[in-house]
């Protein structure tokens, strides 16, 4: 504290003209961060992709291509080509109408045929229902199945967004949504058994998470020990669109919320507005996000940090005090930093803070770091990843307690690093690394 009282004092004179306009972060602009790519630039919502034999499928929320619209790429990056309606007939005419043909899901079964999960238009009741249909190529024509909707729970609101979920046992499932919303009700992500190729049910419905605001577009996938339930929340006809998820030891639960979402409009530095209707495929992730009038696709690398989802240009944060410290303290009671915590006193020549963070692939990163200075003119620290020097991050003078962020640009390895932020010029207290 004495350290920065005095440095405080020596730059009273100088320290106006130093510090960032009201309400202007104080941030290095980099270019270092990939963010998800654009792979489809027409409207092409709610996407339901996967690869078979070499070629990728996606299927969208039908809109002008048709009910089911369909495209095809030699790879999950492109180039992508629309190749029509893959229902070209339409929803079962014996329960719905068309007009609102929503999320498909479409699953390549072990005997070569395919079966197309939908959600479409109950007549009788004028809520979405779900339903079956099967084809012998991802193409289709897919035919429908039966005559009446396979989950239509009306005294619910009906149901939506269908995706199926094959567990490490071989046991497959549907996951699905009541559309509380539509009736002014509380929203359960359930989860149903199936059989003949996900024509028929078995059993009964397992509420997963239950939810009083948006909670749809479900995607659910076992990793090791643990099972991710992904969802988006927020009204999806805007930017507030974004995509969390739940972990839980067994499908039964206790399901546990992240943190923080996934992906937002602000993760990702507004490069995609509303990222939602997310597609979980591997390595790779599928997300929609508004361009003008119309939902567009994009595509991202997801890596597995200690199987937590970690996803290539949008924002994941450490706390700095969380990491290893060397020759300096974690200051607690830190007024307006990220979690009440910061690590303070980096000020020797052997004082060091460093974190362990993880990268989806090698490659350019941002890193960002939220810091506070009050030393009265632009104060450093050196950055070393992996133990190698990559230069320094500066920090514009702020005024202690006044939370900033700084941005460099970093190189990654695929998988887990080290970033060691190390005494550089001047002082600055470290709240938090993003890396991007």
């Known amino acids: 504290m004495l350290r920065r009282l005095l440095m405080a004092a020596l730059a009273a004179l100088s320290l106006a003209a130093l510090l960032s306009a009201p309400g202007q972060a104080s941030t290095q602009r980099t270019t270092a961060a990939v963010f998800p ?23 969208s929320t039908n809109n002008g291509r048709g009910h089911v619209p369909v495209a095809t790429a ?35 079964n072990p005997d070569g045929s395919y079966t197309l999960t939908y959600t479409a238009w109950h007549k009788a009741s004028g809520r979405q229902c779900i339903g ?10 897919f035919a429908p199945v039966g005559s ?38 509380p929203s359960t992500l359930w989860l149903t058994r199936t059989a003949n190729n996900g024509t028929t049910l078995v059993g009964g419905n397992s509420a997963l998470l239950t939810s009083s605001g948006i909670i749809e577009a479900p995607d659910l996938v076992q990793r090791g020990s643990q099972y991710l339930l992904f969802f988006s929340s927020g009204g999806y006809t805007d930017c507030n669109y974004l995509t969390s998820y739940a972990t839980a030891p067994s499908l039964s639960g206790p399901w546990t919320t992240a943190f923080r979402p996934l992906m937002t409009t602000a993760t990702v530095d507004n490069h995609i507005c509303g990222p939602g209707g997310a597609d979980f495929v591997g390595d790779k992730v599928f997300v929609h996000g508004w361009v003008g009038g119309s939902r567009h696709l994009y595509v991202a690398d997801l890596g597995w940090a200690n199987d937590y989802p970690v996803v290539r240009g949008s924002r994941v944060r450490y706390e700095a005090e969380r990491g290893t410290l060397n020759h300096c303290v974690v200051r607690s009671n830190a007024a307006g930093a990220s979690d009440g915590k910061v690590v303070a006193y980096i000020d020797y020549a052997d004082s060091w803070v460093e974190n362990t963070v993880y990268a ?35 920090y514009p003078a702020t005024g202690w307690d006044n939370w900033q962020q700084s941005s460099v640009s970093v190189t990654l390895n695929a998988g887990w690093n080290t970033i060691r932020l190390t005494k550089g010029e001047l002082y600055a207290e470290v709240d938090y690394l993003e890396v991007q």
């Not at 005294?155 to 949504?177: C, E, M, P, Q, Y």
């Open 148 to 185: 009446q909707p396979m989950i239509c729970p009306l005294d619910l609101g009906g149901a939506i967004d269908a995706n199926t979920f094959v567990a490490n046992d071989g046991t497959r499932s549907l996951v699905w949504k009541n559309d509380g919303n539509a009736i002014g009700q």
């Open 74 to 108: 030699p790879s999950a990056n492109g180039p992508w080509t629309i190749r029509g309606d893959a229902m070209p007939g339409g929803p079962s005419s014996g329960w719905a109408q068309s007009g609102r043909t929503w999320a498909p899901d479409v699953y390549p």
């Open 37 to 59: 790519a654009q792979i489809i630039g027409e409207d092409f919502p709610d996407p339901d992709v996967f690869e078979k034999n070499g070629t990728w499928y996606a299927y």
């Open 360 to 394: 989806p692939v090698a490659g350019s990163y941002t890193l960002h770091v939220g810091y506070a200075n009050g030393s009265g003119a632009t104060a450093s620290h050196g950055v070393v990843v992996n133990g190698n020097s990559q230069g320094a991050v500066s």
């Open 132 to 141: 079956v249909a099967t084809a012998s190529s991802p193409l289709g024509p």
